[in-house]
T-cell receptor, first 110, second 115 residues
């Protein structure tokens, strides 16, 4: 069974601070995705990383895929209240068989 | 383009009953996946349907079943409900290519409470 552990589980920070969320596994994934989920809604895809060592930037969000394709990180610069939500990483091994991480609940306080 | 639609939004049932949830994917999408989300277990994969056939299945008991219709709409059924089945049930649609990085579009979910 492929497992994805995220850390930290909860994060409460002040607006303007930086933060990093980690997603780790002992398994190799062909691709890894990050989602954000707001209360009462389904997850929304933020980014997909495919190549080991790949770095993608989405405004203030930076995503990195580990060289061995077993881990990933999400870094947010100057967090804003609108970044509040549940962040989920998801690893894929093909045929839509997606394994979701344990989740990181982020609260950004104005 | 309309998003993924799940009905009903909320559902309250009692133990032993059965329930059917519905999902209408984005037009043109042929794959529908179902997930169960709980605070303790997170998001867990139930099953995936493509062209009316179950293509993938997670580790859930046989009480959880699904089907897909020719118009790609999907339903999932849970029989003999247990308290532990209380969860947010999410449906995701995608084009359906067998690619590992295909984009999933989620609905808002059905919140099921079993009393």
């Amino acid at each position: 069974t492929q497992l994805l552990e995220q850390s930290p589980q909860f994060l409460s920070i002040q607006e303007g601070e930086n933060l990093t969320v980690y997603c780790n596994s002992s398994s190799v994934f062909s691709s890894l995705q990050w989602y954000r989920q707001e209360p009462g809604e389904g997850p929304v895809l933020l980014v997909t990383v495919v190549t080991g060592g790949e770095v993608k930037k989405l405004k203030r969000l930076t995503f990195q895929f580990g060289d061995a394709r077993k881990d990933s990180s999400l870094h947010i610069t100057a967090a804003q209240p609108g970044d509040t939500g549940l962040y989920l990483c998801a690893g894929s091994g093909g045929y839509q068989k997606v394994t979701f991480g344990t989740g990181t609940k982020l609260q950004v306080i104005p | 383009k309309a998003g993924v639609t799940q009905t009903p939004r909320y559902l309250i049932k009692t133990r032993g009953q059965q329930v059917t949830l519905s999902c209408s994917p984005i037009s043109g999408h042929r794959s529908v996946s179902w997930y169960q989300q709980t605070p303790g277990q997170g998001l867990q994969f139930l099953f995936e349907y493509f062209s009316e056939t179950q293509r993938n299945k997670g580790n859930f008991p046989g009480r959880f079943s699904g089907r897909q219709f020719s118009n790609s709409r999907s339903e999932m059924n849970v029989s003999t409900l247990e308290l532990g089945d209380s969860a947010l049930y999410l449906c995701a649609s995608s084009v359906g290519h067998a690619e590992s990085n295909e984009k999933l579009f989620f609905g808002s979910g059905t919140q099921l409470s079993v009393l």
